[in-house]
């Protein structure tokens, strides 16, 4: 199938300004199956344009919330009815098993949908008791108002899901948006701002524009009409993204990267923490930024539990993911590739024991075989970096304490899990752990209404539930003087 994609900008699709285009190529067959719209600064500028005057003059700037929401529900229903096509376009994308994206990303864009219907119509203000104005009382209250143009900026490893979540919370605040897909998967995003319209989302509300992140990317964040970047995708770009931010002053949201830590207790259940942690390792290929990749074992138990995690991953089924029965894909990208097996090869010369998998030699189609590493050291390179891919570090520890120094020794803090039948120890290592969320005995449960974002190098903010959404509104505070 060929596909022949465009921007989408205030309700048209459109070729770029200098009609450039670059291709869309498949995991699978490592070959070009279409085409993009190449975006550069003219079109970021038209599209920022649709989005100001839709903000400011159009249909959007007059709608309440109550009829912001109805729109979102209707969108909602919209995203249900083409789920199966919308989960197809991201999994054919990226090589993915179409049955990850409907059974987990679709349910919950479309439970953020129907929850961020009802945020809509309750950003409410305060009134706030002052001591009054040189000696004359006062009436002080806020509102919410909406930040402005948002631009999104999404990844590839779970698009349509993560550009629902940044769509849902910021129109629900009533802001208008300029969303920058992945260069690798600008399908999905595209095919809902056309559900958006058929929604009756005024044109304008809603503008993708496809294209590189050095290019477009760039381009957002250095307008001086963007009043809010709300990013998701590595700590490298994430970086660069604040610092040009900052010199506008721009509001970030930065969803960044993960190492996070499965801490596998004694006490545990070894089925449940072996079914938890082969679905943290081995979820998307490993290309999760939640992904459970440092397995920290009580020494107790590390032998076995290595030998049964190493079992399950012998056991996954590597292959075209169009197949039947086939379990894992190969990664997205050569790029991811070449590092994922890069780590491999590292692991293996720092002396780390590889239990399953190893390095993969290149054939047709990017596919890494899952992976287990154990008796690493926490200094090591696969045990402190992101390696984007389906490899498992085991270190082991002896006591809590030590668990929990291992949890914490690490630039990122985006999620944990703790694996352990006692309750109070539950709690307390839940509340020792650095880190955005921590699963008690499940690994990375997301629902809409839970706010979703990391701590240190994970980034900035975050996204889902209610204060996601009123992350994007501005507190403005009026007072009234109120003479006798
Ligand atoms: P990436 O940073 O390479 O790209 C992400 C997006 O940013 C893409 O659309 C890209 O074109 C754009 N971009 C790249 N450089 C840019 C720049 N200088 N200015 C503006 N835009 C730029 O990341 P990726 O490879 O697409 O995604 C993988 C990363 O995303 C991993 O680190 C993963 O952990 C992270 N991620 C985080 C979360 C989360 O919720 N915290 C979720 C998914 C992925």
Redesign the pocket.
């Known amino acids: 199938m060929t596909e022949h994609l465009n921007h989408f900008i205030e309700g048209t699709p459109c070729e770029a300004f200098d009609r450039r285009r670059f291709d869309l190529v498949n995991p699978v067959t490592e070959q070009a199956y279409g085409s993009s719209a190449r975006g550069t600064r003219e079109d970021v500028e038209r599209a920022v344009a649709a989005a100001r005057h839709q903000l400011e003059r159009g249909g959007w700037s007059q709608l309440g919330g109550a009829q912001r929401g109805r729109l979102l529900a209707k969108l909602a229903d919209l995203v249900e009815r083409d789920s199966e096509r919308l989960a197809d376009l991201d999994a054919n994308a990226i090589g993915r098993s179409p049955i990850e994206p409907r059974r987990m990303d679709l349910p919950n864009a479309i439970a953020n949908l129907r929850a961020a219907a009802g945020w809509a119509n309750q950003l409410e203000g305060r009134t706030i008791p002052t001591g009054g104005y040189f000696g004359t009382k006062t009436l002080s209250y806020t509102v919410r108002e909406p930040v402005g143009v948002v631009g999104a900026?999404?990844?590839?490893?779970?698009p349509l899901m993560?550009t629902v979540w940044k769509l849902a919370a910021l129109l629900a605040a009533g802001c208008t948006v300029v969303v920058?897909?992945?260069?690798e998967t600008p399908q999905s995003a595209l095919h809902l701002a056309l559900l958006a319209q058929e929604a009756g989302f005024p044109d304008g509300v809603i503008n993708v524009v496809t294209g590189?992140?050095?290019e477009v990317?760039?381009a957002l964040?250095e307008h001086p009409n963007v009043a809010k970047i709300s990013?998701?995708?590595?700590?490298?770009?994430g970086r660069?993204?604040q610092r040009t931010a900052g010199v506008l002053f721009k509001r970030v949201a930065l969803?960044?990267?993960?190492k996070s830590p499965q801490i596998v207790f004694d006490d545990a259940s070894f089925d449940d923490a072996l079914r938890g942690c082969a679905l943290g390792l081995f979820a998307n290929q490993g290309q999760v930024?939640a992904a459970g990749s440092r397995i920290l074992v009580q020494r107790s138990l590390a032998e076995r539990f290595g030998a049964a995690l190493a079992e399950a991953a012998h056991a996954v089924n590597v292959g075209d993911p169009r197949e039947p029965g086939v379990q894992m894909g190969p990664v997205a990208k050569k790029a991811q590739f070449d590092r994922v097996n890069r780590y491999i090869q590292r692991g293996i010369d720092q002396g780390a024991t590889l239990l399953a998998g190893g390095v993969s030699a290149p054939e047709q189609g990017w596919f890494v075989r899952p992976t287990i590493f154990a008796n690493a050291r926490n200094d090591m390179d696969i045990a402190r970096d992101?390696i984007?891919g389906p490899v498992g570090t085991l270190i082991t520890f002896d006591s809590e304490d030590e668990a929990i120094a291992l949890a914490n020794d690490s630039a990122y803090g985006?999620a944990a899990t703790v694996w352990t039948g006692d309750l109070a120890r539950a709690h307390r290592v839940a509340a020792a752990v650095k880190a955005g969320a921590v699963g008690i005995n499940c690994w990375s449960p997301l629902d809409a209404n839970l706010p979703?974002g990391?701590v240190k190098t994970?980034?900035i903010g975050r996204e889902g539930g209610f204060s996601g959404a009123l992350a994007y509104t501005e507190e403005k505070v009026i007072t009234v003087l109120l003479p006798a």
């Open positions: 900026i999404v990844p590839w490893n779970s993560i920058k897909p992945s260069e590189y992140g050095n990317g760039r964040c990013f998701t995708g590595s700590p490298e770009a660069e993204i969803e960044l990267g993960g930024c992101e984007f985006l979703w990391g994970s980034g």
